[in-house]
């Protein structure tokens, strides 16, 4: 089979991710069975299982139209059905973003959501939520031709009036205008919006999503697409075509679609040049055939600004043909593999490392913590019992001193616990007053205000003010937090610096809150809305639908990440006390059996072999424990600033 190699690297992948699942579960087991749980961290674990079993890896197929997009699609995936599976036709065929993946829960179906919707505030995430809001078509897994032919319905279009069109943010004059059409009075426009397939493909039941997006402007209509999903999106593939080369549209399309979403590290990016097959020459051969195949690389990438490794050469014409007919000589003419081998090794890859580092930022410190507390438990323990071999019991008047001196730490200790619980409730005073300033309702009622503001102004000026005061509202408001943040920090310095000094408990250092990121993350999202604001092919009629959405999008963002703000500014203040709590109460435990031991050694000096004997078992006991940890974090791989 062609796509084994991207098939394989995805289930291993998979397979990957399932381990990784399975060692936190085992992480929760472990901290379980030793009473080492506590509610906040067991939800961070639950959120970080929650996470990883809904990761999805998604590839987004972004290009001007007839570049061979969704030729590609049914070459690099779908080649087995035999058929031709998603519509692909000269001249403009893919009228909506089409998303394809396998949902458990809802089995096979084309889900379409009516154009109409554009006039409608909601979001297509609001879409999403509720399926009754779509058409639903159901697919015969069984029979590629029948779903040949219900797909079909997702280039379906339909004649509207100009002004409905222009309602709908589909009327472009210029570019009816350069296609000779001139004050018409009906348009046609997609039926669809958007469209959502599942079906149970090997590939997609592994968690793999594909993203097929029109060409010919219409990403500049939808402002989601732009903002949420393709930066969302593990890979973008961006195609263009041997016979055309980088077109001024093709180069619009890449600097406001492409560059924006992958940022400058290009990361997850593969550029593809389509349709090689088309440079063929008979009388050249097959050394001028490469010749200009190069050729065309080489400006495309020095136009692109990219490095010429990064541009594919592929047929997919030629690709999918050799894969339906099992013919190998055509597939390695088409230059298929090279792609699939790059899409497999650098994008799945790249999508483990950040899977990694994404369970390393939410339960990170939890194993650390554990790591921290059960070295600390195993030398304690040893410790002890050093000094109990050590000890001569027969010295009675040196086991009272002993027993004198661990009553008056534990004294010292009461004393120092009631000040802790003290600084605790401050703390707590503290932290509300940090949660609170991120409250969702004073953020949305910021919100409520600029939604009513925008709504009377119809200038896109107007809206652009409006926007230009929430954002700096929201500004004020993060602002508003650094100072309660700067003294919340110091307060939970101030307790750790304590039980540092007074009881060695060095290993703990407390996670501080930072709000920094959201202010970064705040200003990226409304330069993203002012880039693409001025670089969307937007005539005057159309502005207003498309700005509105494009601030509907953004302020749907900022809203996520105030929230955001305000859920770990909770999870921080609930969590950072407790390794400190854990420590505390190891330390009050060990006064106490060490107490008790003295106790038993001064009463009868015939069980100090017993204590011995016992002290000797905790510690074979805490050992266990440790390595039962150590194999456990070994298996999740997540190094990354661990101790062991
Ligand atoms: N010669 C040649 N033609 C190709 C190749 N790939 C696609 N085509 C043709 O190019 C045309 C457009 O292909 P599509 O896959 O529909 O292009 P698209 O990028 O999805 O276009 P839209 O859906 O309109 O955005 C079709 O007629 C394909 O048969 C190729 O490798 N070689
Ligand atoms: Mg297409």
Redesign the pocket.
Known sequence: MGNLQFKDQLHEYAHWREQLIQSIELYREWRNRYKLNDPQSTDALLNSLQGLGHDRVTLAFV?E???????LINALFFAETGVRLLP???G???MSPTELFWDEAGGNYIRLLNIESRLEELSLLDYKRHPGRWTQIDLNIDSPTQMQEAFKELVATKRVTREMADKLGLWNEREAAEQGIINPEYVEVPCWRHALISFPHPLLKEGLCILDT??LNALGTEPELTLSMLPNAQAIVF?LAADTGVTKSDLEMWRSHVCGARGQRRQGLAVVM??I??MWDDLAGESGYDASIQKQIDSSASILGLDRQLIFPV????ALLAKVKGDDNLLEKSRLKTLEHYLSADILDQRREILKSMVDKDIGFLVNESLKLMNTKVNNADKQLDEFKQMDFENQEMTGKLMAETRDRQNAYMANIESFQASRKVFAVQARMLVDSFARDRIDDIMRRTREEMSKSLTTYGMKQSMRKLFDELRDLLQDSVETTEETRRLIKAIHKKFQEEYGFKEIEPQLFSIKQYQFELERIFEEGETFRNSARTTMTEQSVVINKLYSTLIAKARTILQQAHGDAATWSNSVLTPLMHQIKDHKRQIESRLMMLRKINESKGSVYESIAQLEAELASLQQQKQELLAIVSAMQIDSGLTT
């Open positions: 290009a139209f007839s570049r061979g997009k969704t030729e692909s036709s000269p403009r065929t893919t029109p060409g195609v389509n349709k097959d088309s047929s997919a014409k030629q």
